[in-house]
């Protein structure tokens, strides 16, 4: 079974900064996808980024972008110049490309931006 | 704006008292799942609707049920619940089943039982 670890419960960063979100997964298949996904106080769950384990190419959007080293199956969410509309909830989650289509979610980090 | 609905926002129930969770969705999307997540937990699906074929988890408890009369529409149906089963209820959807497809999620419905 697919697990996924993400280390750090919270984390809190100044305005502007860069901060980077953790997460480990683990698995003995070689087609997946990797998601982050934001959950904003009292607001529905959004995707932030996805990864194809087949492509080496780090997946960006804007100011969010991946670190994804499949070979030690890491996959950390970097946020430049933050806002504080990227305090939210953040999960990292896991799906297998064959058969159960099911989601793996993380524990998820909870990440407050400080004015 | 295409969108995922769910009401109540808030349901209140008592211990045993059956309650109704509605997801509405305007995506036309071929996939609805429901979630429950637990406060400071990750979600945990319960099942989802492939068009109108159903897939319960294996460790869902048979307390939980849901129906989807028609692509729009999905329920989950708390037969007798219980304390434990105080969440937030997620809807989500998708437009297909293939593990790389977008999930879109509702705001939720946060159930509280008495």
């Known amino acids: 079974a697919q697990t996924v670890t993400q280390s750090q419960p919270e984390m809190s960063v100044q305005e502007a900064e860069t901060v980077t979100l953790s997460c480990t997964y683990d698995t003995s298949e070689n087609n997946y996808y990797l998601f982050w996904y934001k959950q904003p106080p009292s607001r529905q769950m959004i995707l932030v980024i996805r990864?194809?384990?087949?492509?080496?190419q780090n997946a960006t959007e804007n100011r969010f972008s991946v670190n994804f080293q499949k070979a030690a199956k890491s996959f950390s969410l970097k946020i430049s110049d933050s806002q504080l509309g990227d305090t939210a909830m953040y999960f990292c989650?896991?799906?297998?490309?064959?058969?159960?289509?099911?989601?793996?979610f993380g524990t998820g980090t909870r990440l407050t931006i400080i004015p | 704006d295409a969108m995922v609905i769910q009401n109540p926002r808030y349901q209140v129930t008592q211990f045993g008292k059956p309650v109704t969770l509605s997801c509405s969705q305007t995506?036309?999307?071929?996939?609805m799942y429901w979630y429950q997540q637990k406060s400071s937990q990750a979600p945990k699906l319960l099942f989802h609707?492939?068009?109108?074929?159903?897939?319960n988890e294996a460790d869902t408890p048979d307390n939980f049920q849901s129906r989807r009369p028609n692509t729009s529409f999905c329920f989950l149906d708390i037969r007798s619940p219980g304390l434990g089963d105080a969440a937030m209820y997620l809807c989500?959807?998708?437009?297909?089943?293939?593990?790389?497809?977008?999930?879109?999620f509702g705001p939720g419905t946060r159930l509280t039982v008495l």
């Open positions: 990864q194809e384990a087949y492509k080496q």
């Open positions: 609707y492939y068009d109108k074929d159903f897939n």
């Open positions: 989500a959807t998708s437009r297909e089943r293939n593990s790389g497809s977008e999930q879109f």
């Open positions: 989650a896991f799906v297998s490309n064959f058969g159960n289509e099911k989601l793996t």
């Open positions: 995506l036309n999307h071929n996939v």
